[in-house]
C-alpha cells in the first residue's frame, strides 16, 4: 500500500474477541439452566423434608397416647419444677456412667403426667433424648414379655407413647426404635431357647418363648419387617434347618398361633406357616 499505515475499526472490540456475542448467547443460557437446576434441587430438598417429616409424624400400631391429665394452674410450675428435677437425675446418672433403672423412668413419666407437661425442652445432648428412650423400650420389652400390667410402668404400649412425648420423641422415630428393639430381643430369646433345647431343658425353652409371644402381642411388627428377615441370616450359624423347625412348631404348641407370622420370618421360613 505504498507504505502507508491503515487503520481498520475493529467493530468486534466492544464485545472483546470475534465470535463473542455467540458466546454471551451460550453463557446466559447456561447461566439459566444452571439457576434451574438450583431451583430443581431446592423443590427436591423441599420434598424430601415433608416426606421425612410425613414419616416421622405417622404413629405406630403400638401407639396408644395417654388420656390427657389435668393441673391446676396454681401448681403448674410447681409440678413442672418437679419433672425437671427428675429429668435432672437422669442427666446426673448419665454423666455419672451409672444405667437407668425402671423407677427413674417410671419418676419421670408420672411427674410429666401430673404437670401435664413435657421436659423436651430440657432434654441435651439429642443423645441423652435416645438413651432415655431406649432404656424406656427395653423396661416396656421386659414388663410386655411377662404380659404384666402392674409394674412400674404400667401398659407398655402407653408408657412408651407417653415417654416419647416427655422427652421429645416424634411417633416415626419411637416406632423405628421399638422395631429395632423387638427383632433384637426376638432373635435373643430364639437363641436362648435353641440352646435350652439342646441341653434338654424343654421348659425352659417354653417359657422363653412365652416371653416372645408376650411380646409381640403389645409390639407387633408389620408383615414382611426388614428386621426380622434380617434375624433369620443371623441365626443360621447358630441354629440349623431342623433345630429352627423344632423352635416353630414348639412356639406354636403354646399358642403362639396369633403371632407365628414374625418369627416364622425370624426363622427363616414362610410367615404362613
Known amino acids: ?3 502507508r499505515e491503515i487503520w481498520v475499526e475493529d467493530i468486534y472490540s466492544a464485545r472483546g474477541a470475534r465470535g463473542s456475542a455467540l458466546s ?8 439459566y439452566s ?8 431446592k423443590e427436591e430438598g423441599k420434598l424430601v423434608k415433608a416426606a421425612a417429616a410425613a414419616e416421622d409424624a405417622l404413629e405406630p400400631p403400638w401407639w396408644d397416647a395417654p388420656s390427657p391429665g389435668y393441673c ?3 401448681a403448674a410450675e410447681a409440678r413442672l419444677t418437679v419433672a425437671r428435677t427428675k429429668l435432672s437425675t437422669l442427666g446426673a446418672k448419665r ?5 437407668y433403672n425402671v423407677a427413674d423412668l417410671a419418676d419421670l413419666r408420672e411427674a410429666c403426667a401430673m404437670a401435664d407437661a413435657s421436659v423436651a425442652d430440657r432434654v441435651r445432648p439429642d443423645s441423652a433424648r435416645t438413651g432415655i428412650f431406649r432404656a424406656g423400650i427395653e423396661f416396656a420389652l421386659d414388663a410386655a414379655a411377662l404380659r404384666t400390667t402392674t409394674s412400674a410402668i404400667g401398659l407398655p404400649a402407653k408408657f412408651l407413647t407417653g415417654l416419647a412425648g416427655d422427652v421429645g420423641v416424634v411417633p416415626g422415630k419411637a416406632g423405628r426404635a421399638v422395631t429395632a428393639a423387638v427383632a433384637a430381643r426376638v432373635r435373643s430369646d430364639l437363641l436362648q431357647a435353641g440352646a435350652a433345647r439342646r441341653q434338654g ?4 425353652a ?8 408376650g411380646v409381640l402381642d403389645v409390639f407387633t411388627p408389620e408383615p414382611g419387617s426388614a428386621e426380622f428377615q434380617m434375624i ?3 441365626l443360621d450359624p447358630w441354629l440349623n434347618e431342623p433345630e429352627r423347625r423344632q423352635l416353630l412348631e414348639l412356639f406354636k404348641s403354646i399358642g403362639g398361633g396369633d403371632r407365628v407370622g414374625p418369627v416364622a420370618e425370624a426363622l427363616g421360613f414362610p410367615p404362613q406357616q
Request: no cysteine; net charge negative; hydrophobic share 35%.
Open 1 to 3: 500500500m505504498g507504505g
Open 24 to 31: 454471551d448467547s451460550l453463557g446466559g443460557a447456561s447461566a
Open 34 to 41: 444452571e439457576k434451574a437446576a438450583n431451583e430443581r434441587k
Open 72 to 74: 391446676p394452674p396454681a
Open 95 to 99: 454423666i455419672g456412667g451409672a444405667e
Open 201 to 204: 431343658d424343654e421348659g425352659g
Open 206 to 213: 417354653m417359657m422363653t418363648l412365652d416371653g416372645v409371644i
Open 232 to 234: 433369620a441370616e443371623g
